[in-house]
Structure formats: C-alpha cells, structure tokens
C-alpha cells in the first residue's frame, strides 16, 4: 500500500507539470512595454518553483518506496548534523532563491515603481470606490481641480467632490467611467480610493496596484497595442465586488483627442 501511494505521489507530480511544460494555459497578450520583463521574471519564478516542487515530490516518494515495510527492529538512521543542519541548509537553500528572486525581480519592476514618470507624461486621476472606478482628465489648463470629499455626490454626478463655481481648475476637468489613453504615451495614474482597499488590475497591462485608504498612490506605464481590456478590482471590497469593473480602451492619437473633445462635451 506504502509503494502505491509513492507511485501515485510520483505519477500526480510529474502529470502537474507537463501542461505547464506544453504551455497548456498562455499567458494573456501583453500590451505594456515593461511587460516582457515581467513575463521573463514569471518565467524564471515559474521554473524554479516548479524544479523544486518536483524534486520534492520525487524525494518523498522515493523515501516513502525505499522504507516502506521495514521491520520494526531495523536500525534507525541519522542524517550527519542532526535535525539542526537540515534546518540551516533548508534555511540557507530557500532564502538564496527568495533573495535570487528579489535581486532578478527589481529589473522586471524598476521600470514601473523605481523610476519617476516622464515629464510629459499624461496625468489620469483613478478613484475607486463601492462598487465603481471612475477617472478624471485635466482639462486646457492641465490642472486638476481640488477634491472636496464633502462634496462628493453620486447623484449628482459628482463623483470627486469638485466645486467649479468657486475653482477655476476644476471647471475644464472631464470625469468619466471609462479609461481611454493613446497607444505609445506614457501615462502618469494618480490613483485614491473613496472609502476602502480596492485594487487596479489590468492583466494586459501586467499591472496589479491595491488602493490604500488615506494614501496617494501612483503608477506609470505606456501601452504599445490598440484595444479594449477590462480592469478589474481584485480586493474583496464588499457584495458589490464580483461587479466592480471598468475599461480601458488604446486608441490612436487622433481617436484619443476626438473621444475626450467628445466627453468633455457631455460634462
């Protein structure tokens, strides 16, 4: 029974990882220029895992079949070093490749977390709250108006508590439910939450940041294929969750500056 149970351990290994070797399951389209980066850094975290993984598995299953059935009085025995070598190897072993990782990990992220946006990058305010994300463009003036949380009315559309009658900035901002931005441009989000963690996932993009409550979070990126892709929330925030959606579109240029002529003129 001992040996069966190796040979199943062994069998469900090995048959783990063939669809990963046959890249059953791809990975989405990437649409960002920092994302082959960030494919090779799965890449890389993907293999060495699974190497270990497997190797693992086949270990116990060869100690499982080789000991198995032994009789009660054979001699039991050591490994050199006791049980406090092999926690100092198994300590030393994990934490090489976790500080092998991070060291490989920082090119793959520097681009989008450890270098400021360029300076004519184009600024896009994202709020999220239950259950929505709602953005905001500057207008002619390139500035955004002030944000008054005690102004903020959803029934009245004003979803970032903005006051133009007392604001010249805020007069020319164009709000909308959809992100649009042009292919190639570099684009400099501005990202707060209204009320609790939510999260900005656009799995194209290769670009997953949380909101925090209370802090002014930024991120920057540039997209290099024209599309539609879907952002989704990826923190449980609440019933509403499983709905909290919104789009992104990469158009041209020319689409781009005629679709915000066109919503600043449904303000």
Same mark, same amino acid.
């Given at each position: 029974m001992?040996?069966?149970?190796?040979?199943?351990i062994?069998?469900?290994?090995?048959?783990?990882?063939?669809?990963i070797?046959?890249h059953?399951?791809p990975?989405?389209?990437?649409?960002?220029?920092?994302?082959p980066?960030?494919?090779e850094?799965m890449?890389?975290?993907?293999?060495?895992?699974?190497?270990a993984?497997?190797?693992a598995?086949?270990i116990?299953?060869f100690?499982?079949?080789k000991?198995?059935?032994?009789?009660?009085?054979?001699?039991?025995?050591?490994?050199?070093?006791?049980?406090?070598a092999l926690?100092?190897a198994?300590?030393?072993l994990?934490?090489?490749?976790?500080?092998?990782?991070?060291?490989?990990?920082?090119?793959?992220?520097?681009?989008?977390?450890?270098?400021?946006?360029?300076?004519?990058?184009?600024?896009?305010?994202?709020?999220?709250g239950?259950?929505?994300?709602?953005?905001r463009?500057?207008g002619?003036d390139g500035?955004f108006?002030?944000i008054?949380?005690d102004?903020?009315?959803?029934?009245n559309?004003?979803?970032f508590?903005?006051?133009?009658?007392?604001d010249p900035a805020?007069?020319?901002?164009i709000?909308?439910a959809?992100?649009?931005?042009?292919?190639n441009?570099?684009?400099?989000?501005?990202?707060?939450?209204?009320?609790?963690?939510?999260?900005?996932y656009?799995r194209?993009?290769?670009?997953q940041q !949380?909101?925090?409550?209370g802090l002014?979070?930024?991120?920057h990126?540039?997209?290099?294929k024209?599309?539609?892709?879907?952002?989704?929330?990826?923190?449980l925030?609440?019933l509403g969750?499983y709905n909290?959606?919104?789009y992104?579109e990469?158009?041209?240029?020319? !689409?781009?500056d005629?679709?915000?002529?066109?919503?600043?003129a449904?303000?």
């Open positions: 001992a040996k069966l149970f190796a040979v199943t062994f069998v469900i290994a090995i048959a783990s990882a063939v669809p070797l046959m059953t399951w990975m989405p389209v990437d649409i960002s220029t920092h994302g980066l960030i494919d850094q890449a890389d975290t993907m293999a060495e895992a699974g190497i993984f497997l190797a598995q086949i116990l299953a100690f499982i079949w000991f198995s059935g032994r009789p009660k009085d054979a001699k039991i025995g050591h490994f050199p070093g006791g049980a406090m926690v100092i198994a300590f030393l994990v934490g090489t490749e976790v500080l092998a990782l991070g060291v490989f990990g920082t090119k793959a992220w520097a681009a989008v977390y450890f270098t400021p946006p360029a300076a004519d990058s184009m600024p896009i305010q994202v709020q999220a239950q259950f929505a994300f709602y953005f463009y500057p002619p500035k108006g002030t008054h949380p102004k903020i009315d959803e029934g559309q004003n979803f508590g903005l006051d133009p009658a007392n805020a007069k020319d901002d709000v909308t959809e992100m649009a931005m042009p292919v441009k570099e684009v400099h989000l501005l990202m707060h939450s209204k009320d609790l963690g939510h999260s900005f656009v194209e993009l290769r670009v !949380d909101f925090v409550p002014d979070l930024s991120l990126f540039t997209a290099n024209i599309g539609k892709y879907e952002i989704v929330c990826t923190q925030c609440g969750h909290m959606k919104a992104l990469v158009m041209s240029q020319t !689409d781009f005629s679709w915000l002529k066109q919503q600043a449904n303000q």
